[in-house]
């Protein structure tokens, strides 16, 4: 039986007056799959990712997310999807309780799903005797457990994550994948970007940008094949030598 695609992109283009940043590009994902997006400074990641979440239009080209199209229905994707990235987007000055309930309510879950939602929350991740501790105060580690919490917490069909595990200990990395493994379990589908090449290991699918195009795009047992790699830092490290722009 076939999954849902979730993401389908066709010939997505996005241009700076005379650079392309993001070149042609076309792929799909499944509901439930966890998709690497990987590629270099400067190869195009960021902006693709950021046309998928409805944030910048493209130049040409289209793009389906959770069924809604980038162009003319950027607000439904928003509300359908979830976004985490390097920097959290927590607010440092709430509880963890509020920080909650903030999301809760940007992304429209009734007030008391919120509630009940809060306490299983709180519950399945130990943190039930700092339901009013103020986010500031909690160890790194804690703080990107519970942005992931909240960045799923109106159950999206889609998780963006830019970069989460970026300053954090290889424990509590690991830690934050065992999440992402138990939200696609859910059927929450996670695109993610990293540095980590280890990270990218732990994908069902893995896409290489260089400059602005997808050079590679499988598992990774496949690419590792493919370019007769040991790892896919060794993947990496010969599709990244190719590239030949700053980019954006």
Request: proline share 3%; hydrophobic share 40%; aromatic share 10%.
């Amino acid at each position: 039986m076939q999954k849902e695609k979730v993401i389908i992109v066709e010939n997505l283009t996005k241009r700076f007056g005379q650079f392309v940043a993001v070149d042609n590009i076309s792929f799909e994902v499944e509901r439930g799959e966890i998709f690497g997006f990987l590629g270099a400074n400067g190869a195009g990641k960021t902006t693709a990712m950021r046309m998928l979440c409805g944030l910048s239009i493209p130049t040409s080209g289209k793009g389906l997310v959770a069924g809604y199209d980038i162009h003319r229905q950027a607000e439904m994707v928003k509300r359908s999807i979830g976004y985490m990235s390097q920097k959290f987007a927590l607010y440092e000055d709430l509880t963890v309780a509020e920080n909650i309930w903030v999301y809760g309510g940007i992304y429209g879950v009734p007030q008391k799903e919120i509630a009940k939602r809060t306490d299983e929350l709180l519950q399945k991740l130990g943190f039930e005797s700092k339901r009013n501790a103020l986010v500031k105060s909690l160890p790194l580690g804690w703080k990107q457990k519970l942005a992931f919490s909240v960045a799923i917490f109106h159950r999206p069909k889609i998780v963006f994550l830019d970069e989460p595990t970026g300053g954090v200990d290889p424990v509590t990395r690991r830690q934050f994948w065992e999440m992402i493994y138990d939200a696609a379990d859910q059927g929450i589908t996670a695109f993610v970007t990293t540095h980590y090449m280890d990270e990218a290991e732990y994908c069902n699918r893995v896409s290489i940008m260089v400059d602005g195009r997808i050079d590679a795009l499988d598992s990774p047992q496949n690419l590792k094949k493919q370019f007769n790699a040991q790892d896919m830092d060794g993947v990496f490290q010969q599709l990244a030598r190719k590239a030949n722009s700053n980019g954006y």
